[in-house]
């Protein structure tokens, strides 16, 4: 079974790696260094200082109440972590790790513990952007 997975892991990052880009003159760019630097000049390219357009700030016409309030701030639990991955497409594009939400779904009982303290993590401490101080939220 250990082997099994291996396999899967390598064959999804190898169907994963881009081997080649075509530019728009018809050249084709197959050098690793090559479309990496293409990659990254791109995407320079695109989303420059001067194409930016930020979204405009928009005022919500309706404050919370204390019950929303007590909602949005109740402690995560593992049960809420459950019923939201079990509504989730197992099928769904993988993350980061290379892992799709199936394989958090089949693997929940072994997974649930780790899943639950690296939510708790991230929703205890916030570092919302425009500010490099943490917000703790508790």
């Not at 892991?9 to 050098?31: H, M, Q």
């Not at 320079?44 to 001067?50: H, V």
């Not at 958090?104 to 639950?116: G, I």
Request: hydrophobic residues 35%; proline residues 4%; glycine residues 4%.
């Amino acid at each position: 079974m250990h082997k099994i997975f291996l396999y899967s892991i390598r064959s999804r990052k190898s169907n994963n790696t881009l081997r080649k880009v075509v530019l728009p003159d018809g050249t084709e760019l197959e050098e690793a260094r090559e479309v990496q630097h293409y990659t990254v000049e791109y995407y320079k390219t695109l989303l420059n200082k001067e194409s930016y357009q930020p979204l405009p700030k928009l005022s919500a016409a309706r404050t919370l109440t204390e019950e929303d309030n007590r909602f949005l701030c109740a402690e995560i639990t593992v049960e809420e972590i459950a019923v939201n991955l079990k509504q989730m497409k197992g099928d769904s594009s993988p993350g980061p790790d290379g892992f799709t939400v199936g394989f958090f779904q089949h693997c929940w009982e072994v997974v649930k513990d780790d899943l639950y303290q690296q939510s708790r993590n991230f929703l205890t401490v916030v570092n919302f952007s425009g500010s490099s101080t943490p917000l703790s939220l508790h």
